[in-house]
């Protein structure tokens, strides 16, 4: 079945630690995306990538990494420098520009 | 930055009763999509909109893209115990360089409670 995998569901992050957040999909869409949610609020982009090696910054990318070396894969680094990390990470992946597809989600919880 | 206002934030309603829920843009869009989401898991894409007055449906989700392009609604028919969720509204401009590319803007969301 195609889709979009996010893993782990659950990541526990201990204070100045990084932690790398997995998304894969089998889509064969160029792009790819992280949203970050937060209770109450809706969705904020963090990072988004149009093509392989290439990623633009979203409206939250402050403490945030992320790389794209292959079409399927696009991880994301919540870095020590992000203050308040705990949220639900959303990845989602497009051939389009206008429909998103998402994945299951992580919850990112600090120790 | 652009902003979408979606009400009402949250509906407790009775099983079989219809439901509405809108968003209101400070800026036009050219594409609104719905969303639902299960507790724990990714948005799905319910409906897309792409044309201004455009009224699309699936199933018992029945939506439509606001004549002046800053609004759109959602109505949900003989609700069902499964329809609880949140649901989101998106919107997307896509801007003559095409850098905008997926940048959907999202509101707050409507959580859908139905009662039995």
């Known amino acids: 079945d195609g889709g979009i995998t996010q893993s782990p569901k659950y990541l526990f992050r201990k204070e100045g630690q990084n932690v790398t957040l997995s998304c894969e999909q089998n889509?064969?869409?160029?792009?790819m995306y992280w949203y970050r949610q937060d209770p109450g609020q809706g969705l904020r982009l963090i990072y988004y990538?149009?093509?392989?090696?290439?990623?633009q910054k979203g409206d939250i990318a402050e403490g945030y990494s992320v790389s794209r070396e292959k079409k399927e894969s696009f991880p994301l680094t919540v870095t020590s420098a992000q203050k308040n990390p705990t949220a639900f990470y959303l990845c989602?992946?497009?051939?389009?520009?206008?429909?998103?597809?998402f994945g299951s989600g992580t919850q990112l919880s600090v120790l | 930055g652009q902003q979408l206002n979606q009400s009402p934030q949250s509906m407790f309603i009775q099983e079989g009763e219809d439901v509405s829920m809108n968003c209101t843009s400070s800026s036009i869009f050219n594409t609104w999509l719905w969303y639902k989401q299960d507790p724990g898991e990714g948005p799905v894409l319910l409906i897309a909109l792409y044309k201004a007055g455009e009224l699309t449906s699936n199933g018992r989700l029945t939506a439509q893209f606001g004549i002046t392009r800053k609004d759109s609604f959602l109505n949900i028919s003989a609700s069902i115990p499964s329809d609880v969720g949140i649901y989101f509204c998106?919107?997307?401009?896509?801007?003559?360089?095409?850098?905008?590319?997926?940048?959907?803007?999202f509101g707050q969301g409507t959580i859908l409670t139905v009662h039995p």
């Open positions: 889509l064969n869409h160029d792009a």
């Open positions: 990538s149009q093509i392989v090696n290439d990623f």
């Open positions: 998106a919107g997307h401009l896509s801007n003559a360089g095409g850098t905008s590319y997926g940048k959907l803007t």
């Open positions: 989602a992946s497009s051939i389009g520009y206008r429909r998103l597809f």
